[in-house]
C-alpha cells in the first residue's frame, strides 16, 4: 500500500491515469469504482483541493460520456460519490477536524431535504409510487411473502426515505474519505488517523439541534421526519468512535466491536440507534474524558 501510495502521489499523471482506469472499467461490468473515489481522496487530502479537482475531472469522463450516450446508470451514481468525496476532503482539508466535517455534512443534506420538499412538495406520495413499484418486483422475482401489502409497506418508508438515502450516501462516502485518510497518515504519519477517530465526539450545540427535531416530529412535521436519518449520521459514527475507544482501552472489547460491525450490514436500524444514543449522552457526559481522567489517577 505504501509504495502504491507513493506512486499516485509522486506525480498529478500518476494518479490521473489509475483513477480514470478504475473509473472506466466500470463499464464494462468490473467493480472498481470505488478505487477511483479513494484516490481523488488522497490526492485531494494530501496535494490539495485544485490537484484533487484535476483528478475528479478525468474520473467524470466515463460519465459524461454515458450522459451523451444516454445510458445513465450506476457510472453516474460514481461520479456523484467522486463528485462528494472531493467537496468532503476538500472540506476536511481545511477544518482537520471529523466532528466538524460530519456535523457539516449532515446540516448540508438536512437543508437540501428540506428544499427538495419545498420544491416538490408531493415527493412523499411520489416515493410511494415507486417504492411500491420496486417492491413488487423483488416479491415476484423472490417469492417472498410480507406481512402487508406492498403500497401499505410503501408508505411506511416513505416520509423519511429520502433521509435514509442521504444516510447511506453520506456515510458511504465518508467511509472511503476515512480509508483515503488512513492511507494518507500510513504514508506520512503512521497511527494519526486512529488517534482522529477515537476523538470524534458531537457538539452538545448539535444534539440540542436533534432534540429540537424529535419534537418537530412528535407534531408530525413531515421535513423534520424525512430530515431525521441524516441528522443521526454525526451521532452515529461519534458513537462508533466511543467503541474504538474503549476497544483501544480493553483488547477484550475487540470482539464487541466485531459485532458491532456486523449488526451494522445485518440491522443497521439497531446499532445505528445503539450508537447515536451513546453519542448523544456522551455530548453531556464525555466518556472518554472519565476513562483518561481514571488512567491518570491509577498512573
Not at 435514509?164 to 497518515?185: C, H, K, N, P, Y
Not at 476497544?247 to 464487541?256: C, G, H, N, V
Not at 440507534?273 to 457526559?285: G, H, M, N, V
Request: hydrophobic share 60%; proline share 3%.
Amino acid at each position: 500500500m505504501k509504495k502504491i501510495g507513493e506512486f499516485l502521489l509522486a506525480k498529478e499523471m500518476n494518479a490521473i491515469v489509475v483513477a480514470f482506469l478504475a473509473a472506466l472499467l466500470p463499464v464494462f461490468s468490473v467493480p472498481t469504482g470505488f478505487i477511483a473515489t479513494i484516490i481523488v481522496a488522497l490526492v485531494t487530502l494530501q496535494k490539495g483541493p485544485k490537484s484533487g479537482f484535476w483528478v475528479l475531472s478525468w474520473v467524470a469522463l466515463p460519465a459524461v460520456s454515458m450522459l451523451f450516450l444516454h445510458r445513465l446508470g450506476m457510472i453516474d451514481v460514481l461520479f456523484f460519490r467522486s463528485l462528494a468525496i472531493w467537496i468532503f476532503a476538500s472540506l476536511f482539508y481545511r477544518l482537520r477536524n471529523w466532528s466538524r466535517l460530519l456535523e457539516l455534512v449532515a446540516v448540508v443534506c438536512a437543508l437540501l431535504i428540506a428544499l427538495l420538499h419545498i420544491i416538490k412538495p408531493d415527493i412523499e406520495q411520489w416515493w410511494v409510487t415507486q417504492l411500491t413499484t420496486y417492491i413488487q418486483h423483488v416479491i415476484a422475482a423472490s417469492h417472498w411473502r410480507i406481512a402487508v401489502t406492498p403500497s401499505e409497506f410503501a408508505q411506511r418508508l416513505a416520509p423519511m426515505i429520502t433521509g435514509v438515502a442521504a444516510f447511506f450516501f453520506a456515510s458511504g462516502v465518508l467511509f472511503e474519505l476515512m480509508i483515503a485518510r488512513w492511507w494518507q497518515t500510513y504514508l506520512v504519519n503512521s497511527g494519526e488517523f486512529g488517534k482522529e477517530f477515537i476523538a470524534i465526539r458531537v457538539e452538545r450545540f448539535f444534539a440540542l439541534e436533534m432534540v429540537v427535531l424529535l419534537v418537530l416530529m412528535l407534531i408530525n412535521i413531515k421535513i423534520a421526519t424525512d430530515i431525521f436519518p441524516i441528522v443521526l449520521l454525526p451521532f452515529c459514527v461519534a458513537g462508533l468512535s466511543i467503541v474504538h475507544f474503549y476497544a483501544r482501552q480493553k483488547k477484550s472489547l475487540i470482539y464487541f466491536l466485531v459485532v458491532i460491525y456486523v449488526g451494522l450490514i445485518f440491522v443497521p436500524v439497531v446499532i445505528v440507534s445503539i450508537l447515536s444514543l451513546l453519542a448523544f449522552i456522551d455530548t453531556w457526559r464525555h466518556f472518554r474524558r472519565s476513562v483518561s481522567a481514571t488512567v491518570e489517577r491509577k498512573i
